[in-house]
T-cell receptor, first 116, second 113 residues
Framework: DTEVTQTPKHLVMGMTNKKSLKCEQHMGHRAMYWYKQKAKKPPELMFVYSYEKLSINESVPSRFSPECPNSSLLNLHLHALQPEDSALYLC???????????????FGAGSRLTVL | EDKVVQSPLSLVVHEGDTVTLNCSYEVTNFRSLLWYKQEKKAPTFLFMLTSSGIEKKSGRLSSILDKKELFSILNITATQTGDSAVYLCAVRKSGAGSYQLTFGKGTKLSVIP
């Protein structure tokens, strides 16, 4: 299994809603990532988990809350978002730092989020 | 500040043409350069380059890295409409910050029949 699976594929939410994006991989990767991608822009790193611990938080607003319940799952909890948060949210995974294959990220298909 | 610059930003070619996409970078503690292809959704991995002068090849696609001049090129020969996509170049550092990939803005390739 060489896939990163993201759900939902599309999400529309109001500014007062609470929702979550989910990501799952079964490749034994111990590093997992959240990226945000706006239209016609490259992906921007939000968070990195390494061995289920938050390793990098790129100064992301607290209305985005990541969670890594186990080595296969990564969630992104959303609360009180703004319309400008509308974007494609990409999950990725890789081998952990120092291991062979750590350089190559495998991306999921993304969750397209629209905030009204 | 780390920089990855891709050129051209967009390109329209006819089927059968050969294209060369460029990626130049300025990063401290360079470790590797990666090329991804992004169609509608997920970027898909094409190549990882760590050593200068060694060409990576996969079918009609090939790529090479020049660590002295700090650039890489991605060549696509005999282009097909299925090659239409955004091609992203990304650079990975070593040491602290090694989880971060710095992406270029991408080159949008359109192949017309």
């Amino acid at each position: 299994d060489t896939e990163v699976t993201q759900t939902p594929k599309h999400l529309v939410m109001g500014m007062t809603n609470k929702k979550s994006l989910k990501c799952e991989q079964h490749m034994g990767h111990r590093a997992m990532y959240w990226y945000k991608q706006k239209a016609k822009k490259p992906p921007e790193l939000m968070f990195v988990y390494s061995y289920e611990k938050l390793s990098i938080n790129e100064s992301v607003p607290s209305r985005f809350s990541p969670e890594c319940p186990n080595s296969s799952l990564l969630n992104l909890h959303l609360h009180a978002l703004q319309p400008e948060d509308s974007a494609l949210y990409l999950c990725a995974s890789s081998q952990a730092q120092g291991l062979s294959g750590a350089n190559v990220l495998t991306f999921g298909a993304g969750s397209r989020l629209t905030v009204l | 500040e780390d920089k990855v610059v891709q050129s051209p930003l967009s390109l329209v070619v006819h089927e059968g043409d050969t294209v060369t996409l460029n990626c130049s970078y300025e990063v401290t503690n360079f470790r590797s350069l990666l090329w991804y292809k992004q169609e509608k959704k997920a970027p898909t991995f094409l190549f990882m380059l760590t050593s200068s002068g060694i060409e990576k090849k996969s079918g009609r696609l090939s790529s090479i890295l020049d660590k002295k001049e700090l650039f890489s090129i991605l060549n696509i020969t005999a282009t097909q409409t299925g090659d239409s996509a955004v091609y992203l170049c990304a650079v990975r550092k070593s040491g602290a910050g090694s989880y971060q990939l710095t992406f270029g803005k991408g080159t949008k390739l359109s192949v017309i029949p």
